[in-house]
């Protein structure tokens, strides 16, 4: 990749992660680029990562509506949390139910939840959202 390539995908890639989703990706895709192939490596993943979303137990761009409607359609009641909702916030440790995501979405390490009425992936070691399913 030159110079323009990598200048372009900078740019580029703070619009991509506007999405929501986008940012865990990018991120994560990022690190592991960067590990593997260094700063270009963190570019080049990053921006894989921001497209696909799938990268480490993230559900992928193609799977989200799917699974959203999977779990509107089991009516699971909705927490209600005060603050505003934003990948990263954590869930108090009383009152919120998680839920196992199903095989048919590939190997999905995290855990599920709605909050205010959102379908939400969550960290269950640490109960920290790491993606909203929208």
């Known amino acids: 990749m030159n110079l323009v390539g990598i200048s372009l995908v900078a740019l580029w890639l703070p619009a991509a992660a506007h999405a929501q ?3 865990g990706g990018a991120q994560e895709g990022a690190e592991s680029g960067n590990e593997k192939a260094g700063p270009v490596g963190g570019i080049v993943g990053g921006t ?3 497209v696909t979303g799938g990268i480490n137990g993230l559900l992928g761009i193609e799977q989200r509506p799917r699974f ?13 949390y005060e603050e505003p909702l934003n990948v990263g916030v954590v869930l108090p440790e009383e009152g919120v139910e998680y839920y196992d995501v199903p095989a048919a979405y590939g190997e999905v390490r995290y855990k ?7 379908v939400v992936l969550v960290d269950p070691g640490t109960r920290r959202i790491v993606q909203i399913v929208e």
């Not at 959203?68 to 209600?80: G, L």
């Not at 599920?112 to 959102?118: C, G, K, S």
């Open 21 to 23: 989703g986008v940012m």
């Open 48 to 50: 894989v990562g921001a």
């Open 68 to 80: 959203r409607k999977y779990v509107i359609e089991r009516h699971i009641p909705s927490y209600r």
């Open 112 to 118: 599920y939840t709605v909050v205010n009425d959102e």
